[in-house]
């Protein structure tokens, strides 16, 4: 089965630096962009930041944009995201992603990691 492993996260001050790893298994990683979602309490659930199997034009949402750096390791299975100067309105639950086209049915195929907390004191 699939299986997305996440690990990192936890409690800084603002400023400081986490890292988020994920771990992903059963399927054919080079196949799928693999990334991160988040949801802060009372909001949308919002992608932060993900990379295709190419390694080119790594998408970032635009209030990390400059802080996070993502980056996947192909032959570990593994993708990275260094998050830099963090803010309290980072503060959230973030999800590790895996996703693929499903050109017929007209969506993405998603397969999930758990939920880890990040939280950005100030």
């Known amino acids: 089965d699939v299986q997305l492993q996440a690990s990192g996260g936890g409690l800084v001050q603002a400023g400081g630096s986490l890292n988020f790893s994920c771990v992903v298994s059963?399927?054919?990683?080079?196949?799928?962009?693999v990334g991160w979602f988040r949801q802060a309490p009372g909001k949308e659930r919002e992608g932060v930041s993900c990379i295709s199997s190419s390694d080119e034009s790594p998408y970032y949402v635009n209030s990390v944009r400059g802080r996070f750096t993502i980056s996947r390791d192909n032959a570990k299975n593994t993708v990275f995201l260094q998050m830099n100067s963090l803010k309290p309105a980072d503060t959230a639950v973030y999800y590790c992603?895996?996703?693929?086209?499903?050109?017929?049915?007209?969506?993405?195929?998603?397969?999930w990691g758990q939920g880890t907390q990040v939280t950005v004191s100030s």
């Open positions: 992603n895996a996703r693929i086209y499903d050109r017929h049915n007209l969506d993405f195929l998603n397969y």
């Open positions: 059963g399927l054919t990683f080079e196949d799928y962009a």
